[in-house]
């Protein structure tokens, strides 16, 4: 009898730390993620301030403009995790020709303006790059956490399902950071 209930306390015990360290793992997730988002917004409000300046002095690149304005929203307006991927590979293509029609003009490349909105976009990118790789890395122990024995017993009768790595998707050139050049 006592053994009985000593096995269904320590089931219980093992059933309530499993639950609690799984919920525990999916709100990290949550928060990593989170952070990623908050660089990415304050990406998104630099781009554009440096639109705009470039805008001064380059004035017949509307092609370009109108490319990194679109990859923009889409980025802006992207719902999932695999979404936000791609449209972030897309904005850093398109961010690449920026800065590409920037190079052509010396006077843009001087105004301390332009040099400033290079210098965040530049930060604001490194710490992209690390909100992403904490946010796998969670992702990485939140699922895998799932999956091992027993708490895939667990984590199956309870909902819990895989998270999306962030990947960014594309050509080699879109899987490479912004090249932000300081001259």
Excluded: C
Excluded at 59 to 76: L, N, S, Y
């Amino acid at each position: 009898m006592i053994y009985g209930i000593i096995a269904i306390v320590l089931v219980g015990l093992f059933f309530m730390l499993t639950y609690n360290g799984l919920v525990t793992l999916r709100q990290r997730v949550k928060n990593a993620w989170s952070q990623v988002d908050v660089q990415l917004r304050r990406r998104y409000d630099l781009i554009p301030n440096l639109v705009n300046t470039v805008k001064g002095y380059v004035k017949h690149e509307r092609e370009t403009f109108e490319k990194v304005t679109e990859a923009r929203t889409r980025a802006m307006s992207a719902g999932t995790v695999q979404e936000q991927a791609n449209a972030e590979s897309m904005l850093s293509g398109t961010l690449k020709s920026l800065f590409a029609v920037a190079e052509n003009y010396p006077q843009l490349k001087a105004d301390s303006n332009f040099k400033q909105l290079q210098e965040e976009l530049g930060n604001t990118e490194s710490k992209i790059a690390f909100a992403r790789q904490f946010y796998n890395d969670t992702v990485q122990k939140y699922n895998t956490k799932i999956q091992v024995f027993p708490t895939v017993l667990i984590a199956g009768m309870l909902g819990f399902t895989e998270e999306t790595y962030f990947n960014l998707d594309g050509d080699a050139a879109a899987r490479q950071p912004v090249d932000v050049k300081f001259d």
